[in-house]
């Protein structure tokens, strides 16, 4: 999960060894005792999970698996008419459940002879450079909790609808997973704050939230997109840019709204010839420059 993300819902470990997430008060689970009981729960059972052990398998209730049904159910049409071609290829071979929640440790035995990528249960905030350096190792760090129930269409923070639906279908297809492996290598080799920060919003601008153009209609493959019924309807109409590293790398975004400025592919070829080559070439030296080059002093330290 992206920091960011985090501005929502920090994840905080209590004395007696559980997890408690704090919700913000414009939150739609805010409010809801049973749900902030969930939330908590399901982060403690992330938080007790260590590398080599089983993936913790959540047992989601009736109304869990209701929420899922309906996104995934809202999504089918909107993906076959939206989502660009490598996307439609992942879902196809990953073949999710429309009717109920899948376990992580289900999703990653069906990636794993696709791509064999594999997914990491998340408590809440993964640090960025343990989250992308993950991608290395073709691990994607993931939560478990489902969305409030009271608005299925609209999440303010990545749940498992997002990390499963947006990203598991993408990581289905070798030809994403060549690109989130490079984001996962360049993650590893920047040692500034800087740097990862442009490796991030370069992600957030491509595999997030990315288009292209597919026989003369703009499509989605960003998974941002392709998990909410609500952005996949507007990214249409929002100002598109061309698509150009140092741009993403230095422009401003706000997650609590729909995306008003995307970065449009040629196609598919060319995020894998501009953003993988950005990912597969990048250092601090040559980010700094780009940076310097683009007018902008930002530094996140």
Known sequence: MFTEGQYFAPVHAEAD???????????PGFADPDYRARRDALATLASTW???DPLPEADYTDAEHEV???????????????????FLDGKEALNLPID?????SEVSGWLAPLTGFGYRPAAGLVPLREFYGALDERAFWSTQYVRHHSVPLYTPEPDVLHEVVGHGNT????????LYELA?????????????????????FTLEFGVLWEDRELKAYGAGILSSPGEIEAFRGVTLKPLEIAAMATQAYDITDYQHVLYAAESFSQVEDVVGG???????DSIATMLADAGTSYDPA
């Open 184 to 204: 996962g290598q360049a993650s590893r080799r920047v040692r500034t704050p800087a740097a990862l920060e442009a490796v991030s919003r370069v992600f957030w």
């Open 50 to 52: 260590r590398p080599g």
């Open 17 to 27: 060894g559980t997890v408690s997430v704090h919700l913000g008060s414009g939150h």
């Open 171 to 178: 990581l289905a297809d070798p030809r994403f997973t060549a």
């Open 68 to 86: 899922w049904r309906v996104v995934s159910e809202a999504l089918v049409a909107k993906h076959r008419a939206r989502a660009c071609r490598e």
């Open 278 to 284: 950005f990912w597969a070439e990048c250092t601090d």
């Open 100 to 104: 109920h929640v899948p376990q992580l």
